[in-house]
């Protein structure tokens, strides 16, 4: 079946850097992605999307790029802070199946003061 | 002004119990959902309701029942708990069930120990 998934299972890095969150998909018709952050103790929060007829979108301070051709996006985070310490979330939604999202196993980042 | 909210926030109990977690959206929105995540973190879908209509019910075992009296409440109740029940479950809402964007708002989760 299709699927969503993340590469590394934790990521550290120091404050000030930047930070790059990849993720895989399985789905070749997935056209539309988002990312979500989950701090510890709350529910996932809407961080960004992307739909499939774009290759790169921008936030504050978050960038997601899409690489449809080997199914990847990734999301960067500019200037790293302790606040952006989280579980990070990618997910596709599926309007096909009652527009059903399906996330992505969950990376944690972890900022270095 | 919580905009999702879920009670309780924490449940322990015994196996074999039945117990309801209860959500309620003020965001005016039409569409609920129901997710169970895993101690892994993994977050997986289990049922959404559109205005009160059973949407997606993603092959629960029949001892989870959800039930929407109106389109701002979705309530999960589960019967005869298991050990493999304990997780934390959370409630969210979005705005549209075809044609919007993926943003889901999620309540802060109600965390189920089954011992």
């Known amino acids: 079946g299709e699927s969503v998934g993340l590469h590394l299972p934790t990521l550290s890095v120091q404050e000030g850097d930047n930070s790059i969150i990849n993720c895989a998909y399985s789905?070749?018709?997935?056209?539309?992605f988002i990312w979500y952050k989950q701090e510890s103790g709350k529910g996932p929060q809407f961080i960004i999307d992307?739909?499939?007829?774009?290759d790169k979108r921008q936030g504050q301070r978050v960038t997601v790029l899409l690489n449809k051709t080997v199914k990847h996006l990734s999301l960067q985070i500019a200037a790293t802070q302790p606040g952006d310490s989280a579980v990070y979330f990618c997910a596709d939604l599926d309007w096909r199946a009652n527009s059903k999202l399906t996330f992505g196993k969950g990376i944690t980042l972890s900022v270095r003061p | 002004d919580t905009a999702v909210s879920q009670t309780p926030k924490y449940l322990v109990t015994q196996m074999g119990n039945d117990k309801s977690i209860k959500c309620e959206q003020n965001?005016?929105?039409?569409?609920m959902y129901w997710y169970k995540q895993d101690s892994k973190k993994f977050l997986k879908i289990m049922f959404s309701y559109n205005n009160k209509e059973l949407i997606i019910n993603e092959t629960v075992p029949n001892r989870f029942s959800p039930k929407s009296p109106d389109k701002a409440h979705l309530n999960l109740h589960i019967n005869s708990l298991e050990l493999g029940d304990s997780a934390v479950y959370f409630c969210?809402?979005?705005?549209?069930?075809?044609?919007?964007?993926?943003?889901?708002?999620f309540g802060e989760g109600s965390r189920l120990t089954v011992l």
């Open positions: 965001l005016g929105h039409d569409t």
């Open positions: 969210a809402s979005s705005p549209m069930f075809t044609g919007g964007t993926g943003e889901l708002f």
């Open positions: 789905n070749s018709a997935s056209d539309y």
């Open positions: 992307i739909r499939s007829n774009m």
